[in-house]
């Protein structure tokens, strides 16, 4: 049974940080792209990047660049998101998610944490 079990999020203030790590089990966590996404209230789930299997390649979407930063231990089996500079509009439930390089969808995912960021 595979699982990925996110760190607690939390309550920030506008400018400020967080980092969120997502712990995986059952798989081999080297083999896996690990992603994180997010879902604010009323709003579709969006795509917030990912990291490559030896963490030697990261990829963000525009509103991550130069804000957030993912990162993998592959010796702790974990992926983290560390997030600066915070705005209200980051507030939203992250998932971290796994898929094979062969797969066109994310295979594992999460089951979420809140992160709400206050004005």
């Known amino acids: 049974q595979v699982d990925l079990v996110e760190s607690r999020g939390g309550f920030v203030q506008t400018g400020g940080s967080l980092r969120l790590s997502c712990a995986a089990s059952?798989?081999?966590?080297?083999?896996?792209?690990m992603g994180w996404f997010r879902q604010a209230p009323g709003k579709e789930r969006e795509f917030v990047g990912r990291?490559?299997?030896?963490?030697?390649?990261?990829y963000y979407v525009d509103f991550a660049k130069g804000r957030f930063s993912i990162s993998r231990d592959n010796a702790k089996n974990t992926v983290y998101l560390k997030m600066d500079s915070l705005k209200p509009e980051d507030t939203a439930v992250y998932y971290c998610?796994?898929?094979?390089?062969?797969?066109?969808?994310?295979?594992?995912w999460g089951q979420g944490t809140q992160v709400t960021v206050s004005a």
């Open positions: 998610a796994a898929k094979t390089v062969f797969s066109t969808q994310y295979n594992y």
């Open positions: 059952g798989l081999t966590f080297s083999n896996y792209i």
């Open positions: 990291i490559m299997r030896s963490g030697d390649n990261t």
